[in-house]
């Protein structure tokens, strides 16, 4: 197995441009996760899915992210009006089911000028 | 005051020191997590483990679960070893969120 696939690995992006960064979960893991990265706050959680379905939404930041998972083995995180503040390191991760280890993707660098 | 702690936040040690990484949570949990993230790299999952001990390689992760304390141990440390190393929890209350630690720099001199 691959492991987690996120893509891209960096984006250089311009204020106010929509982002969207993907990631292919392992397969046959029931959970996937977005978690951010920055030097101040460390990782946070944004969002996760159980079998495709939004559990948890409350890291997201605001209205302007929005996170989809159509199906199994695809999901995506979006950012809309990107702003400099979104600057961060994104990664995906997902578990097979409760009490299982996370395999954690390779990251996107998110950086918004 | 942050749910999980780790202490130091920053260690520097000379090649073969014996290292101790702490974390204290303040939470009940279902388990812990061990993670380890090379500069400018992604995370990588280095143990979990919800009682008791497990040892991967030079690598010891102990947890008691009534004092609500885990520690990392490395062995006959390498400049390789140098890394973040971030502790994590899950939450009893919380499904499938992890809370994590501040992380602890570690950094290995040859």
């Known amino acids: 197995d691959a492991g987690v696939i996120q893509s891209p690995r960096h984006e250089v992006t311009e204020m106010g441009q929509e982002v969207t960064l993907r990631c292919k979960p392992i397969s046959g893991h029931d959970y996937l996760f977005w978690y951010r990265q920055t030097m101040m706050r460390g990782l946070e959680l944004l969002i996760y899915f159980n079998n495709n379905v939004p559990i948890d939404d409350s890291g997201m930041p605001e209205d302007r992210f929005s996170a989809k998972m159509p199906n199994a083995s695809f999901s995506t995180l979006k950012i809309q009006p990107s702003e400099p503040r979104d600057s961060a390191v994104y990664f995906c991760?997902?578990?097979?089911?409760?009490?299982?280890?996370?395999?954690f993707g390779s990251g996107t660098r998110l950086t918004v000028v | 005051k942050n749910e999980v702690e780790q202490s130091p936040q920053n260690l520097t040690a000379q090649e073969g020191e014996f290292i101790t990484i702490n974390c204290s949570y303040s939470v009940g949990i279902s388990a812990l997590h061990w993670l380890q993230q090379h500069p400018g790299g992604g995370i990588v999952s280095l143990f979990m483990l919800s009682s008791g001990k497990k040892k991967h390689g030079r690598l010891i992760a102990t947890i008691n679960i009534q004092e609500k304390h885990s520690s990392l141990h490395i062995t006959a440390s390498h400049p390789r070893d140098s890394a973040v190393y971030i502790c994590a929890v899950f939450e009893i209350q919380g499904a499938q969120k992890l809370v994590f630690g501040q992380g602890t720099r570690l950094t290995i001199n040859p």
């Open positions: 991760a997902s578990s097979p089911g409760p009490n299982y280890g996370y395999t």
